[in-house]
């Protein structure tokens, strides 16, 4: 099987389970773009500008400022790939990865305080991978196709 029929097929088979209704599909977009705004106000942009409740954080995490700057950065970027259609599912993957460490991270440092939150925020971004697993498809066979 060539690349070029893998692609077309995998896009196939993704397409076919995510057949939304106008109002399902205005209600994961509406999702993404609030979930966008919170990574990127409320999650990202603390930890960019060195807030020193992010610090003392990641200070306490062990790794200091450049974590802590590098986090912040993937999670700006998250949030933006987040309201772009075809990277709105790899965005999704990319913090269900994000949660897990977090999780792992609020059990193991902060003693499991708030860990229920990436817990939640993993869930919710599961559904949205799985919603917008076409445009996952998409974008696979869009990078097969250049190289």
Partial sequence: MSATTAAAATTA??????????????????LQIVLGVFMAIASAAP???GHSSAA?????IGFGDWFMYLT??????????LVIPILSGLSALAFMGLMIGAFITQVTVF?????ITPVILFVVFGGIAWVRRNHTAE???LVRKRL
């Fill in 13 to 30: 088979a993704a397409t076919t389970g995510t057949t939304l209704g106008r109002r399902s599909h205005l209600a994961v977009r509406t």
């Fill in 47 to 49: 930890k960019l500008v």
């Fill in 56 to 60: 003392e954080s990641f200070d306490k």
């Fill in 72 to 81: 912040g950065g993937l999670e700006l970027a998250g949030a933006i790939a």
């Fill in 111 to 115: 003693d499991g305080q708030y860990a």
């Fill in 139 to 141: 974008l696979v066979a």
